[in-house]
């Protein structure tokens, strides 16, 4: 499986952004997939996570203001609004297999990675 991040930049406090992943090669490897976003000094902590049935699992930090989402076995999306400072981190995109359950939450252990894609919000 290959992941393709995309949709990172440069915003101000209270903005926007959408996040896209694109996975390449066995579907059956992407199924759930989901965001890990990692500062500078920090480990990577996941966000949120998703199935191919649109169940989503979200953490408290980032509910209300980040909303996950699939439109097909191999694309997600993270779109994440009210971005504040703290928001900056560059975002990884990761898959696992149905192997290991389908409820797909951010604990689980996950297979393939992408590169990351840069978010940085500042004024």
């Known amino acids: 499986v290959q992941l393709l991040e995309s949709g990172g930049g440069s915003v101000q406090p209270g903005g926007a952004l959408r996040l896209s992943c694109a996975a390449s090669?066995?579907?059956?490897?992407?199924?759930?997939m989901a965001w890990f976003p990692q500062a500078p000094g920090e480990e990577r902590e996941g966000v949120a996570a998703i199935n191919p049935s649109g169940t989503r699992y979200t953490e408290d930090s980032v509910a209300g203001r980040f909303t996950i989402s699939r439109d097909s076995p191999k694309n997600m999306y993270l779109q994440m609004n009210s971005l504040k400072p703290e928001d900056t981190a560059t975002y990884y995109c990761a898959t696992r297999s149905a192997s290991k359950g389908t409820y797909c939450t951010t604990s689980d252990t996950y297979d393939y990675w992408g590169q990351g894609t840069q978010v940085t919000v500042s004024s």
């Open positions: 090669g066995n579907s059956y490897l992407s199924f759930c």
